[in-house]
């Protein structure tokens, strides 16, 4: 799970929170006014998305719900958007 610091927090523990991306692999989610508006991760992560074309999965996500006031609308969108994708099948929710 990741942690999730206001902007006054990173600037005041960022050396830490940086130790611990790099050297435990944990994820920083950065959050402004309330909003969740950025995040910290292994730099191997960001090429591993290179790698593969762009963002896939739940990363394509990322940072698209604050778009979204209703949290269910937004996943309402998301899996309409999967369900007509051709690349993969996606699987019946439970």
């Known amino acids: 799970m990741a942690n999730e ?3 006054a927090e990173l600037k005041r523990r960022f050396s830490e929170l940086l130790d611990r991306v790099v050297h435990r692999r944990e994820l920083v989610v950065i959050r402004k006014r309330g909003r969740s508006v950025a995040a910290m991760v292994p730099l191997d992560v960001i090429d591993e998305l ?10 394509a996500a990322v940072g ?7 949290p269910d609308e937004f996943l309402r969108i998301v899996r309409k958007a999967r369900d007509r994708a051709k690349d993969r099948k996606t699987e019946p929710l439970s």
């Open 64 to 70: 698209a719900w604050t778009e979204y006031p209703d």
């Open 5 to 7: 610091v206001g902007v």
């Open 50 to 59: 290179d790698e593969r074309g762009g963002r896939r999965g739940v990363l």
